[in-house]
T-cell receptor
């Protein structure tokens, strides 16, 4: 049973560019959440998708946007990249209002 | 005041001893509480969750919750070198998890 899968594993982008990260949730999970984890810090909630709609959003600017597809997979888009966007981006899935999140292995984004 | 606070550590523990990790939270509406373990360069892995006051045990791990004091803790008994990692406390209110900064634990042989 595949867990949460994220792609790509690593990514290097230049300031001002745009990036798209992808996530496939664990089988049986229909809710996808995205988190940003800077080095030495805990994950910060970006937003959550359920039934193809953004259900809740954290304190992130509009440069961060997302999408959920009918098969529950999800994308995170970040426009106009800043150096401070360099972080580990984690996707987590859960079965609706289920208790815990299952995390993917993450995408390490470096902005230069 | 941060929403979820943890001592960043490192917490140094001899092998075989008990590691005690603490976490406080500010949102009284928080519904459930989670402990994740994160090895360096890896993603968080769920260890335990708790949502009722009191203790919950799972193997060498015990989670303790006191909602009146807005305090949750994790005990690791018989600590092993493989337990060396960062332990993240997370609090669920509504649909999102709010994480603390994590406590780094070092278990020395």
């Amino acid at each position: 049973d595949a867990g949460v899968t994220q792609s790509p594993t690593h990514l290097i982008k230049t300031r001002g560019q745009q990036v798209t990260l992808r996530c496939s949730p664990k089988s049986g999970h229909d809710t996808v959440s995205w988190y940003q984890q800077a080095l030495g810090q805990g994950p910060q909630f970006i937003f959550q998708y359920y039934e193809e709609e953004e259900r809740q959003r954290g304190n992130f600017p509009d440069r961060f946007s997302g999408h959920q597809f009918p098969n529950y997979s999800s994308e995170l888009n970040v426009n106009a990249l800043l150096l401070g966007d360099s972080a580990l981006y984690l996707c987590a899935s859960s079965p609706g209002q289920g208790w815990g999140h299952t995390f993917g292995s993450g995408t390490r984004l470096t902005v230069v | 005041q941060k929403e979820v606070e943890q001592n960043s550590g490192p917490l140094s523990v001899p092998e075989g001893a008990i590691a005690s990790l603490n976490c406080t939270y500010s949102d009284r509406g928080s519904q459930s509480f989670f402990w994740y373990r994160q090895y360096s360069g890896k993603s968080p892995e769920l260890i335990m969750f708790i949502y009722s006051n009191g203790d919950k045990e799972d193997g060498r791990f015990t989670a303790q919750l006191n909602k009146a004091s807005q305090y949750v803790s994790l005990l690791i008994r018989d600590s092993q070198p493989s337990d060396s990692a960062t332990y993240l406390c997370a609090v669920k209110a509504g649909n999102k998890l709010t994480f603390g900064g994590g406590t780094r634990v070092l278990v020395k042989p």
